[in-house]
């Protein structure tokens, strides 16, 4: 079967991971596939934020467990935080930064890590704290949060895929 489909096909959310820091070739290798993904008359007003460093990593994981009313790690321990931003001037901006998402996981998994989409990025960029932050990275204007994109090595076993459900599919012939 074609790599592509196989791994669309055998690519799962990952919930437990190894702290082993992902080699940076490997980072940047998962990158360059999100920032390949499609948008709206090919606009690319999606940004990327890789957080690598484990302080910033978990003061990140607490302001996300807060806006989801918790104090465990919505990150699941992963070592890496893909973190994709849209510009909200543009229309397609929630479809675009959903494509860099996709992009995201699909190319984790062809590498062999691990990867889960977390939600809360919009709640969590939208506080004054993760505003500075992004402004002290030189990355100013108006972005929402599409989401984090969390990588690392599974820890365990990979979980299968579920069957589909039927009755998913229309043609209109």
């Known amino acids: 079967m074609n790599q592509i489909l196989e791994s669309i096909k055998t690519r799962r959310s990952i919930r437990r991971f190894k702290p082993d820091m992902l080699p940076r070739e490997t980072i940047d290798a998962i990158i360059e596939a ?7 008359m090919n606009t690319q007003n999606t940004v990327i934020v890789a957080i690598t460093n484990k302080e910033v990593r978990d003061r990140l994981s607490c302001a996300n467990a807060a806006v989801m009313g ?43 890590v691990g990867s889960c989409w977390i939600h809360r990025a919009r709640e969590t960029f939208d ?47």
């Not at 999100?34 to 709206?40: T, V």
């Not at 104090?71 to 890496?80: E, K, L, Q, T, W």
């Not at 993760?130 to 365990?156: H, P, R």
Request: net charge negative; hydrophobic share 40%.
């Open 70 to 112: 918790s104090d465990r790690d919505p990150f699941y321990g992963a070592p890496v935080v893909l973190v994709v931003l849209a510009e909200k001037s543009r229309r397609t901006y929630v479809h675009d930064g959903s494509l860099v998402m996709g992009n995201l996981m699909l190319a984790a998994h062809a590498l062999g």
């Open 127 to 173: 506080q004054p704290e993760w505003k500075e932050f992004l402004a002290s990275l030189g990355l100013e204007g108006d972005y929402e949060g599409i989401g984090n994109c969390i990588l690392g090595y599974t820890d365990g076993e990979e979980p299968a895929a579920p069957a589909r459900r039927e009755g998913r599919v229309f043609y209109a012939e």
């Open 34 to 40: 999100g920032l390949y993904a499609a948008s709206g």
